[in-house]
């Protein structure tokens, strides 16, 4: 019981730090848009996606729910949210996951110029959150 109230707690914890460390004032989103065309809205991505990155962060990086893995892992994906909207993001993570389905099938996610940018620009994100995020 009491490891579900603490599974349940690190949970909520995790979506309430990434939400309000990730969110930004309308105010500031419409000035940051206004002075310069090429910024990218950082809270364009939906917070069940910034969670679930961070859980799979957090997987990979050996599990453990402490604070420094979920800061870090949080951090991360803020960092990719700079480099890539939310619809790039998106379908360079499914072009990455469904790259290896073999065939023909796996054509259409492996051979496209779109495809191939998408997944080189998500490797670069995710090189630039690692480096600035201390990601172990």
């Given at each position: 019981?009491?490891k579900k109230i603490a599974l349940l707690s690190t949970i909520l ?12 004032s309308e105010k500031s989103v419409a000035n940051n848009l206004a ?47 700079e480099k890539l909207t939310f619809a790039e993001y998106e379908a ?45």
């Amino acid at each position: 019981m009491n490891k579900k109230i603490a599974l349940l707690s690190t949970i909520l914890l995790s979506s309430t730090l990434l939400t309000a460390c990730s969110t930004l004032s309308e105010k500031s989103v419409a000035n940051n848009l206004a002075t310069d065309t090429n910024t990218v809205v950082m809270n364009n991505y939906p917070t069940r996606d910034r969670v679930e990155y961070v859980f799979n962060c957090i997987a990979k990086h050996g599990g453990k729910l402490d604070y420094i893995a979920q800061y870090a892992c949080g951090c991360k994906i803020d960092k990719i949210a700079e480099k890539l909207t939310f619809a790039e993001y998106e379908a360079a993570s499914t072009f990455t996951m469904l790259r290896s389905t073999p065939g023909e099938n796996g054509a259409v996610f492996r051979d496209p110029a779109q495809s191939k940018d998408l997944r080189t620009r998500l490797k670069e994100a995710e090189a630039y959150a690692e480096s600035s995020c201390f990601v172990k």
